[in-house]
């Protein structure tokens, strides 16, 4: 089975930080372009930030600074790191590829932060 796996979230208070991990599959997970959503409760998926095969990167402005992609693609992982985390960021993580939604919509991995 093809799939992404995501892992890191938690419960944090404000100013803290976590790193979350997205494991994949298959001999294409290289080639494409990975990206890191996010989805709070009654909101719509929102796009947190993009890497591709290149490896650059881009970010939501407002997130820009206190999150960082990455990827490793001997391990078909990507990785986020979250720093200086917000209530606001309190969602679900999901990763896929940027463009078409290549892989299965995972679990996410739950991000809580408090105040």
């Known amino acids: 089975q093809v799939q992404l796996v995501e892992s890191g979230g938690g419960l944090v208070q404000a100013g803290g930080s976590l790193r979350l991990s997205c494991v994949g599959s298959?001999?294409?997970?290289?080639?494409?372009?990975m990206a890191w959503y996010r989805q709070g409760s009654g909101k719509q998926r929102e796009l947190v930030a993009s890497?591709?095969?290149?490896?650059?990167?881009s970010y939501v402005d407002s997130l820009k600074g206190r999150f960082t992609i990455s990827r490793d693609n001997a391990k078909n992982t990507v990785y986020l790191q979250m720093n200086s985390l917000k209530p606001e960021d309190t969602a679900v993580y999901y990763c896929?590829?940027?463009?078409?939604?290549?892989?299965?919509w995972g679990q996410g991995t739950q991000v809580t932060v408090s105040s």
């Open positions: 896929n590829s940027r463009y078409l939604p290549y892989y299965n």
């Open positions: 298959g001999t294409t997970f290289s080639t494409k372009t």
């Open positions: 890497i591709s095969s290149g490896v650059s990167t």
